[in-house]
């Protein structure tokens, strides 16, 4: 048992109810103020802890941490520790903020530098992304695209029940929740068109994930185990893959996804550990026909997180879209991250690797706007009257996630962008 999830933990920094960072989630992320550079800090209530100022007064002697570990703009070299020497760090973090420890509690002067309240903090990219790659892992997803672009008969190709089927995305255009895209422009082909056009996208899509990040490099050649996958796991992130339906559709065949997907994604800023949502493994759906046995996992490897997306239109009301849930995931994390590297496909610190849509099996549960309007046929009912098929410019889309259980909630925060129109 990780102590620092034991659900009877409370702190004494305030935490409000419905909060998405009690005691028990201890998130990491990278943040600025006006006043500090960007540095590693972790988020408790309403409040985020620098980690620079703990280190250097002494708060972590003893846990043999590099210098200057969290004073850089990346949590890189935290992640190269591994896994082990980062929950030694968690569970201290726990220790301090204990409601019966009085180490920074009773110092009033430290504890009002060490915690920053979030509405000065300006959260930042946790990681240098190095490398990223989507995978395409929700039956029901799979499915409904199936359906749509190719023959309801055949929606799931050949291999897709024999292994987690992925492409390499792109990295540079990956950026942090808060972050406007603008509405990109490429090639479509109208379905009665002889000829292309080139335009701004017409069909700009969401796409609800959750993508998760590595820890503890390994040497091209090499390949890791379901027993030993979950050691390269650092933890999870909300993601957004914004695409572009009608680019996608046009320029997919045959190498996959490309300019309809790689003008930019977005990312939730705290990185929630694995070891946060050990309580809230479950079950996933049964697969069958079975796996080859690279890919035989024992156990429960899903996580039960809710997710839900919400539209913004400009000045507009928010209205929820779409309920759905990470554990419906048919390929878990476990077997993307084995079959990644089945070949000798080497893995490193701050590599990104995103879930999929998540859709579940009823509409309210699709995760794409493709999906939820039926490819513009079945246009969404928006408070005050507003229609959508697609994302319009101005609209701003927010997802969020959380796991709740014993009265602990874990929350991912927010991860939000701006739809700005095309250049
Ligand atoms: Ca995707």
């Known amino acids: 048992m990780i102590k620092a999830n034991n659900p009877n933990l409370k702190s ?60 850089q703009k990346y949590l890189n ?21 204990q409601q019966d420890n009085d180490e920074l509690q009773a110092n009033r002067a430290a504890r ?30 799979a499915t409904n695209v199936g359906t749509m672009f190719r023959d309801p008969k055949n929606a799931l190709l050949p291999n897709w029940k024999y292994l987690p089927v992925a492409y390499h ?20 082909k109208l379905p009665d068109a002889e000829l292309p056009i080139f335009c701004p996208s017409r069909k700009l899509d969401f796409e609800l994930e959750m993508a998760f990040i590595t820890c503890g490099e390994t040497k091209l050649g090499s390949s890791i185990s379901t027993k030993d996958a979950e050691d390269h796991i650092f933890g999870f992130v909300l993601f957004n893959d914004w695409s572009a339906r009608d680019i996608q559709n046009w320029e997919y065949v045959p190498l996959g996804p490309f300019l309809g997907k790689n003008f930019g994604s977005t990312i939730s800023p705290w990185i929630v550990t694995m070891d946060a949502l050990e309580p809230y493994r479950a079950k996933g759906p049964e697969q069958f026909p079975h796996v080859l046995p690279y890919l035989a996992v024992d156990g429960e490897k899903n996580f039960d997180v809710m997710l839900e997306v919400l539209i913004q239109p400009d000045k507009g009301e ?26 000798g496909c080497n893995i490193q610190d701050g590599d990104l690797y995103a879930s999929g849509t998540i859709s579940g099996a009823s509409p309210g549960s699709f995760g794409s706007m493709l999906e939820l309007s039926w490819n513009g ?47």
């Open 12 to 71: 004494w920094v305030e935490v409000p109810a419905h909060s998405d960072f009690p005691i028990q989630n201890l998130p990491f992320g990278i943040f600025k103020t006006r006043y500090l550079a960007p540095v590693a800090g972790v988020a408790i209530g309403n409040h985020v802890l620098d980690l620079v100022y703990l280190h250097e007064n002494g708060y972590f002697d003893g846990l043999g941490l590099p210098v200057g570990l969290f004073n």
């Open 77 to 97: 070299d935290f992640l190269s520790l591994g896994k082990s020497r980062a929950r030694d760090v968690r569970e201290r973090i726990s220790e301090l903020l």
């Open 377 to 423: 046929q079945r246009p969404l009912h928006l408070t005050n009257g507003v229609e959508r098929k697609f994302i319009e410019d101005g609209d701003t889309i927010v997802m969020k996630g959380h796991c709740e259980k014993e009265g602990v909630r874990i929350g991912f925060g927010e991860c939000k962008g701006k739809i700005l129109p095309a250049l």
């Open 112 to 141: 009002e530098i060490a915690l920053i309240p979030m509405e000065e903090v300006q959260m930042q990219m946790p990681v240098r992304i190095g490398n990223y790659t989507d995978f395409y892992s929700s039956e029901e997803h």
């Open 318 to 343: 928010t209205t929820s879209v779409c309920r759905s849930n990470f554990k419906y995931m048919y390929w878990n994390v476990n077997q993307q991250l084995v079959h990644h590297t089945i070949n």
């Open 169 to 188: 995305g792109r990295a540079s255009s990956i950026v942090v929740s808060g972050t406007p895209i603008h509405r990109p422009k490429g090639q479509i």
